[in-house]
């Protein structure tokens, strides 16, 4: 069944390839949506896929890229919108 998360990270997720990581995780496991930074210096996930993929993938964002640092993540689900892809907004 596809479910839809909006996940928040906080730490230090700007400037550390965090989005472009979490594109390459998405597509691995099938999932769409995408990932911006916001101005607060959080990152704003919205991802659509499978329950099973969702819940790898967010385990992924607990700790995201090597030099990444997650001090918090916020998920919670919301409506399905129906993403074709996984892309990165500027």
Known sequence: MIKHL???????VQGVFFREFAKREAIRLGITGFVMNMSDG???????GE?????????WCKEGPEVAKVDSIDATEGE???FKKFEIKF
């Open 6 to 12: 909006n996940i928040s990270i906080s730490g230090r």
């Open 80 to 82: 399905i919108i129906g």
């Open 51 to 59: 329950e099973n993929d969702l819940k790898e993938f967010l385990e």
């Open 42 to 48: 959080r990152l704003q996930i919205q991802a659509e």
